[in-house]
Structures are given as C-alpha cells and as structure tokens.
C-alpha cells in the first residue's frame, strides 16, 4: 500500500464539497487543470464536474475523459468519485501550514 494511500478516501462528488483534493481533475478536452491537490473542493469546480456527470448520463456516448476523477455505475447511472484527504489529516495540514 502506497504511504499516502491511508490518508486519502474515495468520495462520491457531492460529499467532496469542502475537503481538499488529493489530486488533480480535468476533463478532456480541453485538458486543463479544474482543482490541483490541495486546492478545496467547491464552488464552479464542484458545479462544473456535477454537470459533466449529468452529461455524461443524459449522453452517454459524448462523454469527455476525465482525469483525477472516476466514474462508476451504481444502480444504471454513472457517478463520478474523487480521492480527498481524510479530515484528520487535513487538520494537521492546515495545523503544519499556520505555523510556517
């Protein structure tokens, strides 16, 4: 098991909301960067990829490739999932950072 791999948690992505990405997601095209790890997951980004899940399920064969999020089917619809870091350890990150 990867270091890292215990610190992290596989989310659906409404419950992403407010946690911090533990790594980047983008769709393709356009290939660009939506939330960087570390970055909070919300706001625009958060509606922008609740969108594409949407698409994804109203259209399925126009589908972009997302990367840094995955897509898996419960009860025939697609829903995207990301890794987030665990709260606690997102505390002791923030904790680390206050007192740099």
């Known amino acids: ?3 890292c791999a215990a ?3 596989l989310v659906r992505l409404p419950e992403a909301e407010g946690r ?3 790594e980047g997601a983008l769709p393709y ?5 939506c939330v960087v790890p570390g970055e909070i997951w ?3 980004v958060l509606r922008y990829f609740s969108a594409l899940e ?5 259209l399925p064969g126009f589908a972009p490739e997302l990367q840094g999020v995955y897509i898996e089917e419960h009860d025939g619809r697609k829903q995207v999932w990301c890794y ?3 709260p606690r350890d ?8 206050e007192k740099l």
């Open 29 to 33: 095209p356009p290939g660009v960067l």
């Open 84 to 86: 987030v870091i665990k």
């Open 7 to 9: 610190r992290v948690e």
């Open 54 to 58: 949407e698409g994804i399920n109203l």
């Open 42 to 44: 919300g706001g625009s």
């Open 1 to 3: 098991m990867p270091i």
């Open 20 to 22: 911090i990405a533990a």
């Open 90 to 97: 997102a505390q002791r990150s923030l904790l680390k950072e």
